[in-house]
């Protein structure tokens, strides 16, 4: 009786772990078509610089530039530095103020402001006097402010000259206003200070209830203010201010996931090209940069830094013309030009979760079942129990666990039932390689549904476990046929024969490159493979880019799909197609993997994999005709070593 209702029971769990996954996929999917809107942002001082070079006034050019698609100015929190450079202040010790001995000496001494080891921040601006005082006592101790003359303002504060230096002083009306003028919106960007307390932070971020266009708050430091026991402070502030915050990419800043969580997910990606990189591109390819960032990775805020070597007469209008195309670029894309859209939640339930999880038991008892390991009902019992707990106890790794799960179980389940022992034709081995596909993406959909979260889309939190993502199938499917191909034998018995076998030099060399090949594809998995990209590769994935929208993952349609097709045609003989047999599993952990990305738009992936498929595909047509053309050249030459 077991034998007849188990099975089927696995099989409508599975199905129904499908379709809840598929609805929440279908969910993000329609969260993420209406998240389109991109704000275009460039730093006030690139703005102010380029208009003392154009002879121009600030606004006239910060009109100029919302004509061609600037959304936004960035204003920066400036340092006493900053300020003193600008103008704005000086900034002395006591005991060169009693060197210069000014008229108003006097009357600061009565005041009892003179301390010779203290330092002062002098400005004839009544406003700017305000703004110090509110910064200096939100952010350290001690700061007393004077007005020892008419229009003489003077703020004494024991703090170390270091400090002053990294503080951030408030922000000056100037930039805000000609901003509001131009009629732009404003993003700031906070500096931190050590020791912040609740009130401190409240203090220093009041004025920006003021700032008129506010749309988004960034932070300068790698570090938060209020890190980690004031960040529940510090998001009651921002939550006044109604604006999101922005997560700077290929910038980690402690402190910022939790605020996010803490905002509810009002959060903005933010993508801009540093000082430092912006000499090694062109605007041609930094246009591209950027394109990339809004459309492949939910950039919904770019900071823009002009070009100012271009070697053309009008630096102005060159840039001008490069937010033009920019502007244009992102609408080819589907994109908006507006104040940057925000995520909201993804319709999901906790109830969804759990039948996806079960989809997810079910794949890996019938892959359990395929290798005879366990049968039974228990199993089911003992697992599911498992999953329930771990839902209610710790839901979002649990999550996460399934969802690793998920893509090690459906590659492995795909390969192990789709490769055999014989050969197919050509056309057969491209349906083989579909339908294998097929079921491999079954581990991509859980993956989407079970981590559906505006979290996740934001990378507030992540996919745990990539690097086991991509190993752990390629070592059950080795394992597997391995064991299991060539004569029955106890597995014991295999692994002791196995290790008392000479090694011909030729299998070694071979177990080396392969050994190789795995490595350099463990050390390019994730975002930290992109630091071993090469100039020559950069160039080639720019043309698939422009090529076909979305460039497909390399080690797919160049290595994984050809391989595995070449696989199918010749069919898995023995144990010495085991490293074609891994080149083909790389691929299907890739394609898998590319939905990993979950701050990658769901569209995107699959075109990606759709171009992945095709591509690879003409490619392992190619591969099976130079296989078959080189076999008919060696069996003229050398036909005795013909099997």
């Not at 596909?437 to 549904?449: D, E, I, Y």
Request: proline share 6%; net charge positive; aromatic share 8%.
């Amino acid at each position: 009786m077991k034998q007849r209702w188990y099975p089927l029971l696995l099989v409508v769990l599975l199905l129904a772990g499908i379709i809840a996954a598929g609805a929440a996929g279908w969910q993000r999917y329609r969260v993420e078509a209406a998240f389109r809107q991109v704000e275009v942002a460039m730093p006030y001082d690139e703005l102010s610089r380029l208009a003392r070079l154009s002879g121009r006034d600030t606004v006239e050019v910060m009109r100029l530039f919302r004509e061609r698609g600037l959304t936004t100015v960035l204003v920066k929190e400036p340092t006493a530095d900053d300020l003193r450079r600008a103008g704005e202040m000086a900034i002395m010790t006591g005991q060169e103020l009693l060197l210069m001995s000014p008229p108003w000496l006097g009357q600061l001494q009565a005041d009892g402001g003179l301390a010779p080891s203290d330092t002062y921040l002098l400005t004839t601006r009544e406003k700017t006097f305000q703004r110090l005082l509110v910064q200096l006592r939100a952010k350290t101790s001690g700061a007393q402010g004077y007005r020892p003359a008419p229009g003489v303002y003077v703020v004494r504060t024991p703090a170390d000259p270091g400090l002053l230096a990294q503080l951030g002083l408030g922000f000056p009306e100037e930039p805000l206003q000609e901003s509001a003028r131009a009629g732009l919106l404003v993003a700031v960007q906070v500096r931190s200070w050590p020791g912040a307390t609740a009130r401190g932070i409240e203090q220093a971020l009041a004025p920006l209830k003021d700032i008129p266009n506010l749309s988004v708050l960034a932070f300068n430091d790698d570090t938060l203010p209020g890190y980690p026991q004031k960040l529940r402070a510090l998001a009651r502030v921002i939550e006044q201010l109604g604006v999101p915050v922005a997560q700077i990419e290929f910038f980690p800043q402690k402190g910022l996931n939790t605020l996010g969580i803490l905002l509810d997910k009002q959060v903005v990606r933010l993508h801009s090209i540093s000082p430092g990189e912006l000499g090694r591109y062109t605007p041609t390819g930094a246009l591209e940069r950027y394109r990339l960032a809004a459309a492949e990775r939910n950039m919904r805020l770019l900071l823009v830094r002009p070009f100012t070597a271009t070697g053309g007469q009008d630096l102005l209008q060159e840039n001008l013309d490069f937010v033009g195309r920019l502007k244009a670029g992102l609408q080819l894309e589907g994109l908006v030009v507006g104040r940057a859209s925000t995520l909201p939640a993804v319709p999901t339930s906790r109830i969804g979760f759990f039948v996806m999880g079960l989809g997810v038991i079910a794949g890996t008892l019938i892959l359990a079942g395929r290798l005879g390991l366990c049968r039974g009902e228990i199993w089911l019992l003992l697992l599911t129990a498992a999953w329930a707990g771990l839902l209610v106890v710790a839901p979002v790794p649990a999550r996460k666990l399934m969802a690793l799960a998920a893509v090690i179980i459906f590659p492995g389940l795909a390969l192990i039932t789709g490769v055999r022992a014989r050969g197919s034709s050509i056309l057969e081995s491209a349906g083989l390689l579909l339908s294998t596909t097929l079921v491999s993406l079954l581990g991509a959909l859980f993956m989407v549904g079970l981590l559906a979260d505006a979290g996740f889309m934001l990378k507030l939190d992540q996919f745990s476990g990539v690097k086991v993502a991509h190993l752990a199938p390629l070592l059950l499917v080795a394992g597997v046929f391995f064991f299991l191909s060539g004569p029955a034998e106890p597995a014991a018995k295999r692994l002791h024969r196995t290790l008392d076998q000479p090694v011909l030099v030729k299998w070694a060399v071979l177990t080396a490159l392969l050994l190789v090949v795995l490595a350099v594809y463990l050390v390019r998995t994730g975002n930290e493979g992109e630091a071993v990209t090469t100039a020559l590769e950069l160039k080639f994935r720019g043309l698939l880019d422009a090529l076909l929208g979305v460039r497909p993952r390399t080690k797919e349609f160049l290595l994984g799909h050809p391989a595995l097709m070449l696989l199918f045609y010749t069919g898995y003989r023995d144990n010495r197609f085991l490293p074609l047999l891994l080149l083909g599993a790389i691929g299907q952990v890739s394609l898998v993997n590319t939905f990993a990305h979950i701050h990658t738009p769901l569209l995107v992936s699959l075109v990606r994999l759709v171009n992945g498929l095709v591509l690879g595909m003409l490619v392992g047509l190619a591969v099976i005709l130079v296989v078959n053309l080189a076999g008919k050249w060696w069996r003229r030459f050398f036909p005795g070593d013909s099997q």
